[in-house]
Nanobody
Framework: HVQLVESGGGSVEAGGSLRLSCSLS????????MAWFRQAPGKEREGVAV???????MYADSVKGRFTISRDNDKNTVYLQMTSLKPEDTAMYYC??????????????????????WGQGTQVTVSS
């Protein structure tokens, strides 16, 4: 069992910033991979960013240069710093965790959206 809780969503104007947090607790498996996904109404879930246990990071092309994923191992928390937000970034953002091996396996899982553990989501709304 793995419990993930997201926070930090809200409403901002285009060009603004938000920082999302994901706290990991009540887990009984080894987590090697944590990622942020988003899903807008009527659209498929999209992998946004992922960080593995070795510090490896991957971003979706749509957010490169604007979003930064980071982790605080002591706090069991992963962050997504979002800057230069655009209306198309509007979505429900989800934190996800996986025991997939660090590196390629983790990145592939993010691309495919095959993470087994998910948070409840936090809404991000960007107005123009």
């Amino acid at each position: 069992h793995v419990q993930l809780v997201e926070s930090g969503g809200g409403s901002v104007e285009a060009g603004g910033s938000l920082r999302l947090s994901c706290s990991l607790s009540e887990y009984d498996v080894t987590i090697n991979c944590m990622a942020w996904f988003r899903q807008a109404p009527g659209k498929e879930r999209e992998g946004v960013a992922v960080i593995d246990s070795d510090g490896g990071i991957m971003y979706a092309d749509s957010v490169k240069g604007r979003f930064t994923i980071s982790r605080d191992n002591d706090k069991n928390t992963v962050y997504l710093q979002m800057t230069s937000l655009k209306p198309e970034d509007t979505a429900m953002y989800y934190c996800a965790a996986s025991s997939a091996a660090a590196g390629i396996s983790c990145y592939i899982s993010t691309k495919r959206g095959t993470f087994p553990y998910w948070g409840q989501g936090t809404q991000v709304t960007v107005s123009s």
